[in-house]
């Protein structure tokens, strides 16, 4: 919906009158990917001030988490960024297992490893195709989609959901991986190396994609660190911090990845970080899918009714957009007291306001793409 | 009298050629076979509209690929996700811009009836879009899967239509 | 390939035509024969498990095992004026926590910055039957594995504290939901309207007494 809500006219700098008007973008619009409304303030074909409104979507996730115990509130926890569901379950139980010190066996962990990274790679599909398609090419998005779907078949054989997996529970995983995974897995990393080299001569190499991303969007590293963007937008702008390696957790400091980082900080860096990521998720399923032990995949003493013990308590992951973490806070009983849930997507979003000022509007939605937004992950 | 039976000889003649129908069933024949979805997903449900677009479940066999993104261009409003309080009314604007005829799915549980997010003392979401409008079509799951919402596409050209015109497939 | 106008940063080095061989190759290509090459614009940095100083231990079992109560909890802000203590991170998830008067938060967001750390997030928690509101200020370091918590507690009934705006510019969304659920109000905030809750709004969804 684009209305005009009303014609100023203002001074500029140089004392020439500059006529401004508002126009909507969003709620319902195509490259929004959800509902989020930007108010954008126009000086013709340039964005003067961008205002992301939001809460469209907003779900009451934080508030559920104070009527659920801790078992209900797996489901909603996919819900939040549903691209990258697996990560965000993954956090919210570890922030559990934590608290109740629970030792999840190995097995379970490597597992957790290679569904997250899948999920990893089916999310930067999702947006890959979906950048693209903002930025007009309409096939790209038809064979992330392709590849995307064995990604999909794979995890339906183990989880029985396409989208919203509630795969983790805590102390473990609800059910063991049989040779049909490992077999599709592993040669689902043997085709899709081709298929990323085949999307950078497709894409990448592109004049066009190169024309429209190359120094489009900059945004520095203090930028980064005053409003607390993570993910491949800090890495895209020479900030190599991955909570992966930075604070690791699970199993991940047991794999050989490198963490993508681009100097220049424009739309292009971050746009290669993503690709590279996927191929480095690749490197890690095949490794944890070598070193993958046998064993149980849940722990032995899981309490039925799950008390923890009162206090706060933190878990830290990286989702496919960045650094998404949970803080629990309990009082020793079923339900915790406060769930907060620290999203990536709300951190990377608020600089657009700064970031856009005087870009041309394609412009400035190539860098609202580019920071790959899930508008669920902000309004929770 | 010979007219009448030269013409009914001569409808006889050119049945192979020409067939003759109530214009209503042309029509409503028609639009089934080419609905226009408006691209309103807000939510999880959305990628499965979207995977259902793709290329392996492609509903552009069955004329439904055209996502438009105005709605005045649009004839079929798939709401997949949920629908905020905060939302509704943009939601009833883009509803009442569509022009006629025009249809409704409500996609996955949220449109139905709220979905996963209602619990006493909720504050936010509406408890399903046909609080807002009349629903023609609804699709349960969380997210429902492509296939399921080819079904509910082929059960509303069922509704427009009167016949089913595509296999009903049957569990093994 | 044209230039593209790009401020030459001190390490990167423009490669003369698009797809040209990265000068710096990837880490140690695993045998498997894959390659992932980069072809890009500019030379990327990619970091290797060396240029990240982590402080965590690399254990391949996670949960680490809980440390006995004799090892000592490091603090690597002891040094700063506010009573910032370590805490240990394999029980509660943070490394540093403070307990702040409320009228030390805004001293804290500027210790924190200069020691170049970046804001995670802000929330409140809402303890009505001790007649307080708490809110928690979330920061994470960049570099290294430095997770800080600050808390301070504000009454409930006059829940008021001083925004950090000014020094965190990302704390604008945070403090405006913060509000939204809580109805706290952050003095010298420009804009504390409704952020995730409709407009007109005038409720806290996230107080103990909020009754629908």
Known sequence: MIVKEQVRTEMSADGAPRETFVINIGPQHPATHGVLRVKMTMDGEYVVRAEPVCGYIHRMQEKMGENRTYAQFLPNTSRIDYLSAMTYTHAFVGAVERAAKLQVPPRAEYIRVITSELNRISSHLVWWGAFLLDLGGFTPLLYAFDDREKILDLLEGITGSRLTYSYYRIGGLCNDVDDTFIKGTRAFVAQMRPRLKMYRGLVTDNIILRKRLIDIGPISKEMCRKYGATGPVIRGSGIPYDVRRVEPYSVYPEFDFIIPTFQEGDSMSRYLVRMEEMAQSLRIIEQALDKLPAGPVMAEKVPRVLKLPAGDYCYAVEAARGRFAVRIVSDNKEIPYRVKLRTPSLSNLSLFEEASAGMLLPDALALMGSLDLVIPDIDR | MEAQEDSAQALKDCAPYVKFAKLDELLALGRANSLWPLTFGLACCAIEMMAAGASRFDLARFGAEVFRPSPRQADLMIVAGTINKKMAAAVKTLYDQMPEPKWVIAMGNCAISGGPFVFPGQYAVIEGVDKLFPVDVYIPGCPPRPEALIEGLLKLEEKLTGKRRWPIVKAE | ?212
């Open chain 3, 1 to 212: 390939m044209s230039t593209n106008g790009l401020q030459p940063k001190i390490d990167s080095a423009q490669p003369a035509s698009p797809p040209a061989a990265p000068a710096v190759p990837p880490k140690a290509a695993l045998t498997t024969g894959q390659q992932s090459t980069v072809t890009s614009h500019q030379t990327p940095v990619t970091s290797d498990q060396s240029s990240v100083t982590s402080q965590q231990p690399t254990a391949p079992n996670p949960p680490s095992p809980v440390p006995s109560p004799q090892s000592p909890i490091p603090n690597p802000l002891a040094h700063l004026s506010l009573p910032f203590h370590g805490v240990d991170y394999a029980a509660k998830g943070y490394h540093v926590e403070a307990t702040v008067a409320p009228d030390q938060v805004v001293l804290a967001a500027e210790l924190l910055d200069k020691e170049g750390l970046s804001l995670d997030t802000i929330t409140g928690v809402d303890w009505m039957a001790e007649g307080q509101m708490e809110v928690v200020y979330d920061y994470f370091h960049p570099a290294k594995a430095l997770r800080v918590v600050v808390r301070t507690r504000i009454p409930r009934d006059k829940a008021e504290i001083a925004t950090i705006q000014k020094v965190f510019p990302g704390a604008n969304w945070h403090e405006r939901e913060t509000h939204d659920f809580f109805g706290i109000r952050f003095l010298g905030h420009p804009n504390l309207t409704p952020f995730l809750l409709p407009e007109d709004a005038d409720y806290h969804p996230l107080r103990k007494d909020f009754a629908q």
